[in-house]
């Protein structure tokens, strides 16, 4: 039987949930850190209502809900447009473009392919509204294999154009492919704003990052015991290049590792982040709200 989450003490002063996906929190959909997706036995997920609510609670006053492909990201578009406080982003995540390009008949698509077109220009119509605040899950995985690497990487792309032309932040998945992705993020030429979400590379990755002057925003797993490189990162990114996220319904953060994911636990986040880099918790907060406000704003 699955147990709802602590609800975390209020944070002294608001702050914001960087990333999360409250279309598969509303499906029921969890993840405890591992592969695995489950649902929820025994009765209905919480409402947006209530999740939204929660978050309020804990300080965390606005979310950005992320799309993962052409259907989702118009759902997070549509959601962000009937919640106050909820923001969205579009895009068709990495593990998604093998499945997309076969769909729309391209298999590995080349530029300009009809088909693989009209997804991108339903991100892109997406991506111009205006509670649309970035372009992406996108970016390369190179961990899971759903998709070839030359696929990922044309989608990559196209996602770092759309971003530019609609003047929108990018924000960049980014697993077990540093290099790649930021090799190409270079060769595109970057979108004035660049987020990478669930940051997972080293204090010299962190180093490349700042110089350039991409956000790296934090998940719950900065918060596991076996975090420590992780937390060494945080450690060394300045803290106006830092947002904090969910990633949820995965990554769930000590103390409620285990439990199902949701925005309000960005607080049990934020208090790791602000520990870790010796800072106020408070000015952590007034911190991040500033970095997203440039990232993502105006609201």
């Known amino acids: 039987m699955v147990t709802a989450p602590a609800q975390p003490s209020p944070l002294p002063r608001p702050a914001l949930d960087s ?5 598969m929190i509303a499906r029921g959909v969890w993840g405890d850190g591992s592969p695995q997706e489950r649902g929820v036995p025994g009765g209905r997920p919480p409402g947006l209502a209530q999740v939204v609510a ?3 609670a804990a300080g965390i006053v606005r979310i950005v809900t992320v799309g993962t492909d052409l259907e989702s990201s118009r759902w997070s578009a549509r959601c962000a447009s009937e919640h106050d406080g909820v923001y969205a982003a579009v895009a068709i995540h990495p593990n998604e473009t093998q499945a997309v390009s076969a769909e729309v008949g391209t298999g590995a698509p080349a ?7 009209e997804v991108l220009a339903g991100i892109e119509e997406l991506a111009t509204r205006p509670r ?9 995985d190179y961990y899971r294999h759903h998709a070839e690497p030359d696929v990922q990487r044309w989608w990559y792309r196209e996602h770092i154009k759309i971003a530019k032309r609609s003047g929108k932040a990018l924000m960049i998945h980014d697993r077990d492919a540093h290099a790649d992705v930021l090799r ?9 704003r660049v987020v990478f979400h669930c940051f997972s590379g080293d204090v010299g990755m962190v ?3 700042a110089e350039a002057g991409y956000v790296m925003s934090f998940a719950g ?11 060494d990162a945080a450690a060394a990114a300045p803290a106006d290049l830092i947002l904090a996220e969910t990633d949820a319904p995965f990554l769930t953060p000590v103390p409620n590792r285990g439990k199902p994911n949701e925005p309000a ?12 880099k010796g800072m106020d918790l408070a000015d952590l907060c007034d911190t991040v709200t500033a970095t997203a406000q440039r990232t993502f704003g105006p609201w």
């Not at 990333?19 to 279309?23: A, C, I, Q, R």
């Not at 605040?133 to 970016?139: F, H, K, L, P, S």
């Not at 190409?184 to 030429?189: A, D, F, H, S, V």
Request: include cysteine; charged fraction near 20%; charge should be negative.
């Open 19 to 23: 990333h999360t996906h409250l279309d």
């Open 132 to 140: 649309v605040v970035a372009v992406g899950e996108t970016g390369l």
């Open 54 to 56: 929660s978050a309020r």
């Open 111 to 117: 530029p300009g392919s009809p088909a693989a077109g």
């Open 184 to 192: 190409i993020l270079e060769e595109e030429g970057p979108p004035d």
């Open 265 to 276: 636990l960005t607080a049990d986040t934020l208090r790791c982040l602000a520990e870790v």
């Open 207 to 209: 180093k490349q990052c």
């Open 221 to 231: 797993n900065v918060t596991f015991g076996n975090a420590q490189p992780l937390r």
